[in-house]
């Protein structure tokens, strides 16, 4: 079993940054990502990576925007967010695999969510 705790959300200005964390309990999980949702609309992929960290994928939405990362010692993914627009508001999830090694956009194949750390842009 793995539990995860994402940390670091809160209310940024447009143009601004922030660094999500999220910490595993348990197990380490193989591929991990993240995940956000709007109010009123769906959940949406927005980067994920791999076991071993040599390969991520993100988002068209957030691609040279944002950078996902991982600390296996530390059993944590991380996700730098820069130059925050308001499209981006909304709860981020964290999320872990356990049986996917490399990275994957498909929420179907991950097991384990966190409960959410909302990000909210201003203009």
């Known amino acids: 079993q793995v539990q995860l705790v994402e940390s670091g959300g809160g209310l940024v200005q447009a143009g601004g940054s922030l660094r999500l964390s999220c910490a595993a309990s348990g197990r380490t999980p193989y591929a991990m990502g993240w995940f956000r949702q709007a109010p009123g609309k769906e959940r949406e992929f927005v980067a994920a990576?791999?076991?071993?960290?040599?390969?991520?994928e993100y988002a068209d939405s957030v691609k040279g925007r944002f950078t996902i990362s991982r600390d296996n010692a530390k059993m944590s993914v991380y996700i730098q967010m820069n130059s925050l627009k308001p499209e981006d508001t909304a709860l981020y999830y964290c999320?872990?695999?356990?049986?996917?090694?490399?990275?994957?956009?498909?929420?179907?194949?991950?097991?384990?969510w966190g409960q959410g750390t909302q990000v909210t842009v201003s203009s």
């Open positions: 999320a872990a695999s356990r049986g996917v090694f490399t990275s994957t956009p498909n929420p179907d194949e991950y097991d384990y």
């Open positions: 990576i791999g076991r071993s960290a040599s390969n991520a």
